[in-house]
């Protein structure tokens, strides 16, 4: 399985960003998916997660009715759609792929490949 995350850049707070991330994999439908992120000096934490092929999804508090993620099966890709940008919502943002589902979608042990990350910096 291989990742690919893109769509990342510098933006104003209040501005929006959509991150893309598509997937090598034939059964790519079946994988729960989540994105993470990781800020300077900080560890990577838990943002959004697509599971059972996006009939349930879930998001950090820090980020809900901001931040949307969203799947495209067909062309084996998930988004993050990114509104109302804050300072801090700056960070390196990954996708990963769970293809196991043993539900502990907040935790980065669960999610066994990973894409090389994208950065989104905001300004204030």
């Known amino acids: 399985v291989q990742l690919q995350a893109c769509g990342g850049g510098l933006v104003q707070a209040g501005g929006s960003l959509r991150l893309s991330c598509t997937a090598s994999?034939?059964?790519?439908?079946?994988?729960?998916m989540g994105w993470f992120r990781q800020g300077p000096g900080k560890e990577r934490e838990f943002v959004a997660a697509?599971?059972?092929?996006?009939?349930?999804?879930y998001y950090a508090d820090s980020v809900e009715g901001r931040f949307t993620i969203s799947r495209d099966n067909a062309k084996n890709m998930v988004y993050l759609q990114m509104n109302s940008l804050k300072p801090e919502d700056t960070a390196v943002y990954y996708c990963?792929?769970?293809?196991?589902?043993?539900?502990?979608?907040?935790?980065?042990?669960?999610?066994?490949?990973w894409g090389q990350g994208t950065q989104v910096t905001v300004s204030s």
């Open positions: 697509d599971r059972w092929g996006g009939r349930n999804t």
């Open positions: 990963a792929v769970d293809t196991g589902g043993a539900g502990q979608y907040r935790r980065t042990s669960n999610y066994n490949y």
């Open positions: 994999g034939r059964t790519f439908s079946s994988w729960h």
